[in-house]
């Protein structure tokens, strides 16, 4: 399967999907209502895409105007793919790192004074394997510094109610997209 990059400077830039047995894609109607949400703050920023699987919101971050992009993913499978959607861009500011979020986020948040966009979108709840995800993110969330996260946002099941503050950051606002809902925290 395939999806392309909707909008920036890589506009109709071809990009491939994984499986569906390993992750869940962003629907094109949240993909852009996110990024019509924060292209202005966008701009300058790092972002870094937890759960990364394809590592299309990166690129479309980078083709955005984000001064680097870093996608993170878990699953062997998916990172192939994801590193190889970032290296079809040839871009410079892109890097995607196999790992767990859990134990990479706070590390690059930590090693960079930079102004981080932080977009997780994790597996729901309901797959197996990933009980509590929300509950133990949240709790992340709350050790980042409003020094240099200025954003954090999530991709969520519409049925998981979110914080209304996590630590530093207030929720912002809730887009609802049927079954996936986004909260902007800042």
Do not use: W
């Amino acid at each position: 399967m395939k999806t392309q990059i909707s909008s920036g400077i890589y506009k109709g830039k071809k990009l491939d999907l994984p499986s569906l047995n390993t992750t869940r894609s962003t629907k094109s109607l949240v993909k852009g209502s996110f990024f019509d949400t924060i292209r202005d703050e966008l701009r300058g920023a790092f972002f870094v895409e937890g759960f990364g699987g394809s590592g299309v919101m990166t690129c479309e971050a980078v083709s955005n105007g984000a001064k680097f992009g870093i996608a993170i993913e878990i699953d062997k499978e998916a990172f192939k793919l994801t590193k190889k959607n970032l290296n079809s861009l040839n871009a410079k500011n892109l890097e995607a790192i196999n790992g767990d979020s859990f134990e990479i986020l706070p590390k690059i948040i930590a090693d960079k004074s930079e102004n981080f966009i932080i977009y997780l979108d994790p597996p729901f709840d309901f797959r197996d394997g990933f009980s509590g995800i929300y509950d133990r993110l949240m709790d992340l969330v709350k050790n980042f510094s409003k020094d240099n996260v200025k954003m954090v946002v999530f991709e969520h099941s519409s049925t998981f109610k979110m914080a209304e503050n996590l630590g530093s950051f207030c929720l912002l606002k809730t887009r609802k997209f049927g079954a996936t809902s986004l909260s902007y925290y800042a």
